[in-house]
């Protein structure tokens, strides 16, 4: 198979993403370098952590006189050379990493039970901290950390009931992006991954109303990129600096377009729906019945809090769910090209199970080599790493390219969205289960973990060859043969949660919606499938890239496919 790579900056400058992330040495350059002459001594000390901290290895210490944000700009290309050193001179004990999301200490995967029992290790901060509640985003960052975890609660209670949106959407949306060419025609798979979910999930966050709106349809794309830059970037700066950061660097500027633009697109509805609510109870008539995210949060909604908004949380559901669904489904999609003997047992068992069950979602549970192959999938991801040095960095100015370019974020979970409210589909990367550390605590074995800083529990068991033969290789059929094992059916599902298999987090926020991704995962694949042939280019590869310590799908890996005729009309069955 070939080889991943790491991250090439050059590469890395083209993108969107990496531009914010870049662009240190631009506009917000000058905020920095200013704020640092004048406190050198406090920066060094925040950067680096506080002394005494140091019966934590840390993994990419700064030099005498050398801050940490030369150290957090620089782990991007380096992370996984660092963490690859950490588990050969320090197996099995915690280390510490300055990254560009902050300070982060993984800690061996046998904690998982202890970091979920912490009450000073804070899922939900590990997202608010990241941007003022004034600063432009910050109130949709901070809608994770609402009190009474609202986009939890709507996630769980109303998301995994909605498959028929779903199948009703995918016709089109797969019409749209792949078309009826019996020619082979190649294509950028992670351009059109994030199209299908972004349409599929806007079926449902939105309603049919506006889910074919390309205005909204290129927003929500626009959302993930900005959002998830500022994830990975804004945080490289310390808390006291990030005021100026948002208030003069491009990523106030881009996070204030952003959420201007999705205030003018669902502002308008809810203000309609909510004047439709107040004249039908003014004549005793039931309201219109519109199953979508707006309606459900208005009715889970406070209406007496006046912070919340409901343009905060279509944020918020993007951020969390689109990426991470879109990167999730084209790994599958690029590994089944890569690996297509698989693709043919697939098909078998869709014609089977939905020839007799239509669309229903106990039918897309009884897809079990379907599930097994995208779990495996999910698996496989991070050990197809590091094989190969990407070629040294280059700093090659580029011009900021205008929306709707090819979007480029970073994956989801395990380092960034370890499993809140839809938190979309986590994929397993390095580290997974972040916390923020809200006070020093001490753990078992007596390591210290600072205030401010970020804990996460590494994810090796995934790739542990003690604990899967030959752990390199593809093998749709792992996870289907381990369900038939004694307490096996429960454990070696896709929505499985376990301190093994920590792809969706673990304990009291793993990912609640997991499920409703799953479906969306397994619906578009058989589409996808049965109506198409498919193969990778010549000289073409599945493996993804290396951000930091987390692999995401290359967005330039192209697939190749063409329409062929598919044994069942997936159109006209039956929906649940």
């Not at 994810?459 to 004694?486: N, S």
């Amino acid at each position: 198979m070939a080889s991943s790579s790491k991250l090439d900056l050059a590469w890395l400058q083209k993108q969107p993403v990496g531009q914010g992330f870049l662009e240190m040495s631009q506009s917000t350059i000058a905020v920095t370098l200013a704020a640092l002459v004048l406190v050198p001594v406090i920066a060094s000390y925040i950067f680096a952590g506080r002394k005494g901290a140091a019966e934590i290895p840390l993994m990419n210490p700064p030099g005498p006189f050398e801050l940490a944000l030369s150290k957090a700009v620089q782990f991007p290309q380096q992370g996984l050379d660092l963490y690859n050193k950490a588990r050969k001179l320090f197996p099995d004990q915690p280390v510490k990493f300055i990254t560009n999301a902050g300070t982060l200490t993984i800690l061996p995967s046998d904690r998982a039970q202890e970091v979920k029992g912490i009450r000073s290790l804070d899922f939900r901060k590990s997202f608010s901290y990241s941007a003022p509640l004034t600063a432009p985003g910050g109130a949709a960052l901070s809608t994770f950390d609402h009190p009474n975890e609202i986009v939890q609660t709507v996630v769980s209670k109303y998301l995994t009931k909605r498959l028929r949106p779903l199948a009703s959407e995918a016709t089109f949306t797969i019409n749209k992006n792949f078309g009826n060419s019996p020619e082979w025609t190649e294509v950028k798979m992670y351009d059109v991954g994030l199209d299908v979910v972004a349409r599929l999930s806007s079926r449902v966050f939105l309603g049919s109303e506006i889910c074919r709106n390309e205005e909204w349809l290129e927003t929500t794309k626009r959302i993930t990129m900005v959002f998830t830059s500022v994830l990975q970037t804004a945080r490289v700066y310390p808390t006291w600096l990030r005021p100026l950061v948002y208030r003069f660097g491009k990523h106030g500027r881009d996070m204030m377009a952003v959420t201007k633009q999705v205030n003018d697109i669902v502002n308008p509805i809810v203000e309609k729906r909510k004047l439709e609510m107040a004249e039908c109870e003014a004549r005793g008539e039931p309201a219109p019945v519109y199953n979508d995210a707006i309606e459900w949060i208005l009715s889970e909604h406070d209406p007496n809090d006046r912070i919340f908004k409901v343009a905060d949380f279509q944020i918020a559901l993007s951020v969390a769910a689109v990426h991470t669904t879109s990167d999730l489904l084209s790994h599958t999609m690029l590994t089944l090209a890569a690996n297509p003997q698989h693709i043919e047992p697939l098909r078998k068992e869709m014609i089977e199970v939905l020839g007799t069950g239509g669309w229903k979602k106990t039918s897309l549970t009884s897809l079990r080599l379907l599930d097994s192959a995208v779990k495996e999938a999910q698996r496989i991801k991070p050990v197809q790493r590091g094989k190969k040095k990407a070629p040294p960095p280059r700093f090659v100015p580029q011009p900021i390219r205008p929306a709707g370019d090819n979007i480029y974020q970073t994956a989801g979970e395990c380092f960034f969205f370890d499993a809140v409210a839809s938190n979309g589909l986590p994929e397993n990367q390095t580290v997974s289960m972040q916390r923020l550390v809200t006070e020093d605590t001490t753990i078992e074995g007596g390591y210290r973990l600072r205030k401010g800083e970020l804990v996460g529990v590494d994810t090796y068991p995934l790739r542990d060859p003690a604990k899967w033969p030959e752990p390199e290789t593809f093998d749709p059929y792992r996870f289907y043969q381990a369900r038939k094992q004694p307490g096996g059916e429960h454990k070696a599902q896709l929505v499985s949660v376990s301190p093994d298999h920590l792809t969706f987090g673990y304990g009291k926020y793993a990912c609640p919606g997991r499920f409703f991704a799953a479906n969306e995962v397994k619906l578009a694949l058989c589409h996808l499938l049965l109506k198409y042939d498919w193969k990778l280019p010549e000289g073409g590869s599945d493996q993804p890239i290396m951000f930091g310590l987390d692999p995401i799908v290359n967005p330039g890996a192209t697939i190749m496919f063409r329409r062929r005729k598919e044994e069942l009309d997936l159109d006209s069955l039956l929906v649940d």
